[in-house]
Every structure is written in C-alpha cells, then in structure tokens.
C-alpha cells in the first residue's frame, strides 16, 4: 500500500494518525527492513565508517515542517544504515555480536505503539507479569535461587552498575570510602565506571593479576584482600569475569566463590558475554561456580540474541536490590509484595517495556531452540580455533573456553614484538577488508592480539569456513610480505 500524501491532518495541533495512514506507515517500515535483513549475507560485514565528512553535512536545526516518511526511509537505508558496522551479518565475529532477533522488533513495536506503564505493577499487572516470568526464566537457567530478584537493564554496563550499588549499600551503608572493590586486569572497562557512578573512587578499585589463560589469579586476590584489611580498609566485593571480552576467559568462579564467603564479602559475577552458555546443561561444567554468585550480570542483547538496549542483572538475595531502589510518593499506589514491581528493583520509574522483547522471543522460538542455537556458537568455535591454530603464522593465545579465542601472528621476518602486533593488526584488517566476515582484536598488556568471537544466531558453518580462510590467506600474505 502507497503512504497516502497527506498522512499530516490538516489541524497543525492534530498529530493524531488515520488508520490508514498508520497501516500503511508501518507496512513501508517493514518492507523496508525485511528487505534489508534479507540482503545482509551481501552486505559487506564492515561499512564504510570514514563517514567523519558526512557527519558534518548532516547536522541541521529542527526542521520546521514535517518531512514524508519515504524520503526520510530512504536516506536512513540507502545512505546512513549502511555507513555503520553490520552488526547484523551472519560474518559478525568482532567484539561481542548478538544478531539481534526479529521477533524482539515486534515486540518493541507492540510495547511503543500500546505504550503501557510498566514501571509500576498497578498499572499494567499482567504485563509487568510477562516481565516477572522473562526474569524468572533467567533465574532458573542460571541456578539462581528462588529468592533471587532481576532487573532489565539497558545493557551489561547498566547492570553492574546496579550490582555495585546494591553491595555497597549492603557491606558499607554511609561508610563508603572505605570500601574497595576487586577486579582481574581482564575485567571489562564498565567496572571502573560503574565503580565511579556508584561513589567507589578509582584508588579503591584494586587490579588483579591474571595467570597464563588470563584468569584471576586467587592467591593475589587472597593478598591484596589481606593487604587492604591491614591496612584498614575495608573490602566488600570482587567482580570476577566469565568470560572475559578480550580473550573469553573465564575466572575460577568457585574458588573466588569460597574466598568471597570466607572473607564476609560479596560477589558478582559478570557475565556479559558468557553466562548464558549456561542455559545449556551439557556446557555448566565450564561456569561451575556461577550459580553460587551473589549477584550476576547478564546481557540479552548478547547471549539471547536480541537487539541492543537489553542487559538484565540477577541479585541472589533480592532484598539487597530492592533496599537500594524502593521508596514510595504520595503520587503513587502504596507498595505492594506480592507481585514483582520494576520501580521497586530497579532505579528507573517511567521507562520502556524491555521485558517483552525477551518474553516475546523466548515464546517464539521456545528455550530448547535457544540451547541449541547456544551450543552450536560454541561447537563453531571449537571448530574454527582447531583449524586457526594450524594456520602457518599464527600462535594461539586463548583457546575457546566458551566461544572466543584469541592469537597473534609471529613467524621470519616478525621477530619483535612490535612487528608481531603490526602483523596481528594487519591480519585483523585484511580480514575484514574483504567484507565477508568483520574480526577486531584487542590490545592485552604489551601484545595486541587478535580475536574471534561466535555468538551471533546468524553465523552458522559456511561462515566459519569463509573466516579460517581468509584469516589462512591474509596470513600468508602477510608472512610473505614480513620475509621480503
Ligand atoms: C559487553 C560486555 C560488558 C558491557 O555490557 P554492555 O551491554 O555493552 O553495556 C561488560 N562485560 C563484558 C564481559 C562484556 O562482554
């Protein structure tokens, strides 16, 4: 159906839309991305991003005057869409992928167009409910006890800082500078962030060396925990990993677990990339300790596939997340315990609706298709490393312990390290350059390594076949052009 030319009502107060105009609307903003979810195996998995000039023509002041939506579909899909990294392709190994799942655009349509207050349970019950039940299936794949209270998050960095605050509010009350907080030198970078946002200063956040597969090293987290109380300081949390972004390593979550529990402190487990590897029972073993944590970053919009802006945080004692959040208005229903309440959880009020993207996904697909779609990210990546690592210039760092590894190219001619990452570097590009599959690495102490990291829905075999030989081709080229 064509958008009819005059959508606007002729009342400039009037923004009310016919149902005509509304359908028709719709239909050309599906047509346009169905369209463009169908082209993405020909779309080049990195596009061009040296977009710095285009930025500068593309600012503007408000437009006074509407504009028609087909124009503005077209500058969108035609022209900015694509400048961008398609974090879409089933070629997505860069960072952390996700895909990012149809039917969480649908449930995102629902949640706008009906536009319901979830932040309190009063006023959508069921609704907040559909919330309550994606949380509790969280829960449950996690080994979280029925105590246990979530939130959703608008991502991974989002729930730590929640998961910060809930401990400090816990261990320290209004005694806060003394407090500090543990984390391995492989932590992710939103630790010390949501550190700050939480009011632990920088000089209580302590680095933790790593062993030889990047993991923490218990004994040094033991001595520095010792060494602060020494010196009067007082340690309430260690944040440990798993699955790191850098290398996908996961910490001794078990043995930090124990040590944590020894030491009266708490434990949060960030599993932005990894913890949903443990939705599928045969691969928990590699997470054995996870469910022990006292609270637990998750991120949806990784692990369960969904479009960016969904993180979920897990708090074992779910009184410790709602100690933080609730409070009560005289303009508000008075509190209720029976029934989960968002505002009571979480720190927002008004707020979007992200439990029906996770809800409306699982009950689509259903778990067993997410275990298996899981596992076979992880079989795919046993695969490729096997195969990378027998690839003439290349030394793996990391082995998949979930569904990451990581290398770095040494070989005549590269007998330094700074050669060696020149070269690593370059492979990571190369690769991508040829616009089948996006790889990026990442700078670990003084090595630059690269990475490969399988966890979009999209990527299947015929991709991780594409990547080891490109990744086989570049090498060579490389290795050549080092010998010369
Ligand atoms: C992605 C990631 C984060 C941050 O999550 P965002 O959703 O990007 O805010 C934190 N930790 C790890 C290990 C991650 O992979």
């Known amino acids: 159906m064509p958008i009819p030319p005059n959508v606007l009502a002729s009342d400039p107060a009037d923004l009310e839309l016919s149902p005509d105009a509304m359908r028709a609307m719709g239909e050309a903003v599906v047509h346009r991305a169905v369209a463009h979810l169908a082209s993405l195996p020909e779309q080049p998995s990195r596009g061009d991003v040296d977009a710095a000039a285009l930025c500068r023509t593309m600012r503007e002041p408000a437009p006074e005057e509407g504009a028609p939506l087909d124009g503005l579909l077209d500058r969108l899909f035609d022209e900015w869409i694509p400048r961008s990294f398609?974090?879409?392709?089933?070629?997505?190994?860069?960072?952390?992928?996700?895909?990012?799942?149809?039917?969480?655009?649908?449930?995102?349509?629902?949640?706008?167009?009906?536009?319901?207050y979830t932040g309190i349970w009063q006023a959508a019950p069921a609704l907040v409910q559909l919330e309550a039940n994606a949380l509790e299936w969280l829960r449950d794949w996690m080994g979280f006890p029925a105590t246990a209270r979530g939130l959703f998050t608008?991502?991974?960095?989002?729930?730590?800082?929640?998961?910060?605050?809930?401990?400090?509010?816990?261990?320290?009350?209004?005694?806060?500078?003394?407090?500090?907080?543990?984390?391995?030198?492989?932590?992710?970078?939103?630790?010390?962030?949501?550190?700050?946002?939480?009011?632990?200063?920088?000089?209580?956040?302590?680095s933790i060396p790593v062993d030889a597969a990047y993991r923490m090293q218990v004994d040094a987290l033991a001595a520095s925990i010792a060494a602060d109380r020494a010196a009067g300081l007082e340690p309430f949390l260690v944040v440990s990993s798993a699955g790191t972004t850098n290398t996908g390593a996961v910490d001794p979550l078990d043995a930090i677990a124990d040590l944590a529990a020894h030491e009266g402190m708490w434990h949060h487990v960030d599993g932005a990339y990894g913890a949903f590897f443990h939705a599928v029972p045969d691969l928990r073993p590699l997470l054995a300790g996870l469910p022990r944590a006292d609270s637990l970053t998750l991120d949806p919009h990784k692990g369960m596939f969904l479009p960016y802006g969904t993180g979920a945080l897990l708090v074992r004692d779910g009184e410790a997340l709602r100690a933080l959040h609730s409070s009560t208005a005289g303009y508000l229903p008075p509190n209720q315990d029976e029934f989960h309440d968002p505002a009571q959880y979480g720190p927002e009020l008004s707020r979007g609706f992200p439990g029906l993207r996770v809800w409306l996904s699982l009950k689509l697909y259903g778990a067993a298709r997410y275990r298996a779609a899981i596992a076979e990210k992880r079989a795919l990546a046993l695969w490729a490393a096997d195969a990378v690592a027998r690839i003439p210039g290349i030394?793996?760092?990391?082995?998949?312990?979930?569904?990451?590894?990581?290398?770095?190219?040494?070989?005549?001619?590269?007998?330094?390290?700074?050669?060696?990452?020149?070269?690593?570097?370059?492979?990571?590009e190369q690769v991508t350059r040829r616009g089948k599959v996006m790889v990026t690495g990442a700078q670990v102490g003084e090595r630059f390594l690269g990475r490969v990291c399988v966890l979009s829905f999209r990527t299947r075999r015929a991709e991780m076949e594409t990547a080891v030989a490109h990744l086989r081709e570049a090498a060579a080229a490389i290795l050549a052009g080092a010998r010369a």
């Open 86 to 116: 398609t974090t879409t392709s089933p070629g997505y190994l860069a960072y952390i992928p996700g895909g990012g799942v149809y039917p969480a655009a649908l449930a995102d349509f629902i949640a706008d167009t009906t536009n319901r």
């Open 154 to 206: 608008t991502g991974g960095s989002m729930a730590m800082f929640n998961a910060i605050a809930a401990a400090r509010e816990r261990h320290l009350g209004p005694e806060i500078r003394r407090g500090t907080i543990y984390v391995s030198t492989q932590g992710h970078h939103c630790i010390a962030k949501a550190a700050r946002l939480a009011g632990i200063a920088h000089d209580r956040v302590r």
């Open 395 to 428: 030394v793996m760092d990391a082995a998949p312990q979930l569904s990451l590894f990581a290398f770095h190219m040494e070989g005549p001619g590269l007998g330094t390290l700074e050669a060696q990452n020149r070269a690593t570097r370059d492979l990571m």
